[in-house]
């Protein structure tokens, strides 16, 4: 294994301005980690590395659909540490067409696609963990064991830290946070964020804004990654537009508005929504004057095929 | 005009490692600028709109091709600082199958587009101008009069500003740097460079990749942004594959080498070319154990067409 590139730390924090209801808003620019286009799963990969070495583990398993932000840094960080790697994915069949920026990068890092029905994840898996210790290597499958328990404190620990430096650049600045607001879908980044400010005894609000999941499995994962399963935990579900990677002209107008304020782009799957959806609610729930951070959490290929689908409505 | 976003300075710089050739190569990331993916031009655009202001200017005139990184951020901060803006563009008349990233972001920021020819540049432009002033703005031309000219101390200041970041960077890593790579155009980055290094008394090789343009015309641009006919310019065309935007299998093989390695994005228009002739260069050139700086100039929605086409030949 030979060593890679780790990410820019920490990230900037700018300042937006006001938004309609009242609130500052600043921006954690997650975005701009610096290896294969940033974002939250730019330091959770490097987590799940470190995990991975520790554990003297050679070959890496990952798990999901073409829009994975994680699958592609996961991909070119085994790439550049020349680590074998396997992705399993209910997308691997589909045509070129139905193809992503994350997807098509996942294939130039040379990977092994094995296509699987939802329901038969444990199987498959199964069969790779296999075929990787036939072939005399030792395999690390990104959510543990072949139900998918088993690395949480690798995740964990990725904002965790994060949320340390948010605190740092509070105390530099002389100026606290009211509330944070994110993507929320596994829960990893939020629950990170949570056993962080647990330790640092942090009191503003985390609020994770659904891309996908229901209120009980989300706050679930949420509970899962904090590694604490009584923590309360703000899982906001009002904002999901009827399911994963979809969205309405609230997103597409938040998309349109940020990129041309302040030059940022977001996506439609996780950012774009998020933020759409941060903003509806610190307009039914917020208070004035209040100081709010966005985290954003990359995605830059997403905002690309976004802008190539011509469905912002401005091509 | 109201208040933009500035970008994210000072940029981080990164170590990559030793080349084949045997030198040390650090990256300056200026793709992380953080407004509107960044890039040189976005601190050169950042230049003019400050110069605009100072001019008391409130309309922007722009020129340039589809593939133009300077115009995709001038659209975006003059749609951000609501200033009206046209482009004039050799390619304006073209299908939108021709289309790049950065034209389509140009013209989702709503600027007016005015085709010419171009040996019609003076022509389109004096249209512009009347038009503007007819409708009672007071407009500003990026390269100055009708001819281009007027507007170089602009432009310098971005990159005479950069030079100076880098030294300081140099001073609190206690390391100095043997020579400086760019990819070079115009000239007003390099020629920026050369006049903060005159100032500062630096003595590093500043080396511009040409991306299109020959010995002569290439040297005279440098010096013009410099602001000094007489600087030494180290101007290398070498490595132009032919003319602008064009490229070879070398410039394929360092881009896909640079994102594997360092999850780093190149384009074959401008970062691209100009690592793959810095290598060549620093491989017939070079000694061992120089410490390189390579200036990643930005062009992130390059790399996202370049994907697009297939053409790194791995789709």
Redo the contacts between chains.
Sequence with gaps: MRQW?EP?KPT?I?Y?GKCGSGQEIYIK?ED?L????GGNKCRIGFSFLRDMEKKKCNYLITYGRKESNLNR?LA??C??ANIPFTVVSPDAGEE?EAST?NS??V???GGRYLSCGKTQVAEALEQVFCRAREEGFAPYYIYGDSRGLGNEAAAREAYHDAYGEIRLWEETHRLEFDSIFLASGTGMTQGGLLSGQTEAGGRERIVGISVARGQEAGEAGVRRYAGDARIPVCFVTDYICGGYGQYDEDVKRTI?MV???????LDPVYTGKAYSGMLKWLKAHGSGGEKVLFIHTGG??LY?DY??SGK?G??
């Design positions: 590139s820019l900037p700018q937006l620019r701009l610096g290896f294969s286009f840094v070119n960080m790439r550049s070129k920026f098509m990068l294939g130039q890092m349109r990129m041309e304020d302040y030059g940022i782009p830059t290929p690309f802008l190539q912002d401005t091509n």
